[in-house]
């Protein structure tokens, strides 16, 4: 079965990076948008930041001129550079892949675990 498995997350101080990774796992034949989204306390889970297999972008306002999403086909792995961060930008951030099609089948919505994120002042 194909799973997303998010790594990169961690404690970090005000003005840092981070750069967030998410792999597949499982016999991949295509995905089409691939993001990241994150939920903080208390919060609503919230869009970051989006990429169509053509590279097309889609971000979040809070993330525009910070984030970088960028992905690779051949791998089925999307990544997120953060810099400049804020500690509003802690949350748990979560994978999301739309249309994911393996040799288990296709399904419209996957999920990663969540990679936690802190941002200290």
């Known amino acids: 079965q194909a799973h997303l498995v998010e790594s990169g997350g961690g404690l970090v101080q005000t003005g840092g990076s981070l750069r967030l990774s998410c792999a597949t796992s499982?016999?991949?034949?295509?995905?089409?948008?691939m993001g990241w989204y994150r939920q903080a306390p208390g919060k609503q889970r919230e869009l970051v930041a989006a990429?169509?297999?053509?590279?097309?972008?889609n971000y979040a306002d809070s993330g525009k001129g910070r984030f970088t999403i960028s992905r690779d086909n051949a791998k089925n792995t999307v990544y997120l550079q953060m810099s400049t961060l804020k500690t509003e930008d802690t949350a748990v951030y979560y994978c999301?892949?739309?249309?994911?099609?393996?040799?288990?089948?296709?399904?419209?919505?996957?999920w990663g675990q969540g990679t936690q994120v802190t941002v200290s002042s």
């Open positions: 999301h892949a739309d249309d994911l099609c393996s040799s288990d089948g296709c399904y419209g919505h996957y």
């Open positions: 499982g016999t991949i034949f295509s995905i089409k948008t």
């Open positions: 990429i169509t297999p053509g590279g097309s972008t």
